[in-house]
């Protein structure tokens, strides 16, 4: 139990381009998703909250008009990355917190295998 | 906010001995601490986790301590195989809020 899906696992795109990225509980419902980024040799960095029905808090520094986040059901939100340039290539991983009587605890996350995007 | 740190940042052990990762964390009210391991191009997998009503938790061969007086937990590793070759985060945060991770310490487990 407690899976979580990102599709695809590998975009390479070119620069200007948007690219969108699915994250999706798979066997239980994500009162709250999470979207981070990786770069190499890093910790994961939390860009933004999102909560289902409701606007994505993003982090500081985190431009929302740049990072789309939808969060349209309890199984499924996307991460839009608009415009995209080289900068932004990194390592995309979503998570999803169950809701209250879920899969997991009260704080317990877990997380997509992640989406490496390349931008050229 | 919370801050976490986490050390080493690399381990290397010999298979069959113990490895430990130690992290302390700033926020007093944190009450949620897990584990997760990291393999190569993949995402974070919850290995194991304590909340702070206890002061140990154990899984086979992994163990998480908690001291909250100190404000640090440790991940414990017993009899390391190569699989247990990875990336390790601790994290911490308050009930409901957002998890704040430590650098990560990569383990590397010498057959």
């Known amino acids: 139990g407690a899976v979580v899906s990102q599709h695809p696992s590998r975009v390479i795109c070119k620069s200007g381009t948007s690219v969108k990225i699915e994250c999706r509980s798979l066997d239980f419902q994500a009162t709250t998703m999470f979207w981070y980024r990786q770069f190499p040799k890093q910790s994961l960095m939390l860009m933004a909250t999102s909560n289902e029905g409701s606007k994505a808090t993003y982090e500081q520094g985190v431009e929302k008009d740049k990072f789309l986040i939808n969060h349209a059901s309890l199984t499924l939100s996307t991460l839009t990355v608009t415009s995209a340039h080289p900068e932004d290539s990194s390592f995309y991983i979503c998570?999803?917190?169950?809701?209250?009587?879920?899969?997991?605890?009260?704080?317990?996350?877990?997380f997509g295998p992640g989406t490496r995007l390349t931008v050229l | 906010g919370e801050n976490v740190e986490q050390h080493p940042s690399t381990l290397s052990v010999q298979e069959g001995d113990s490895a430990v990762i130690k992290c302390t964390y700033s926020?007093?009210?944190?009450?949620?601490f897990p584990w997760y391991k990291q393999e190569l191009g993949k995402g974070p997998q919850l290995i194991i986790d304590i909340r702070s009503n206890v002061g140990e938790k154990k899984d086979q061969r992994i163990a998480v301590t908690l001291n909250k007086t100190a404000k640090h937990f440790s991940l414990h590793i017993t009899e390391t195989q190569p699989e247990d070759s990875a990336v390790y985060f601790c994290a911490a945060s308050r009930l409901g809020n957002k998890l704040s991770f430590g650098a990560g310490t990569t383990v590397t487990v010498r057959a």
């Open positions: 998570s999803a917190r169950p809701g209250s009587g879920g899969a997991g605890g009260y704080n317990e996350q877990f």
């Open positions: 926020d007093s009210a944190s009450n949620y």
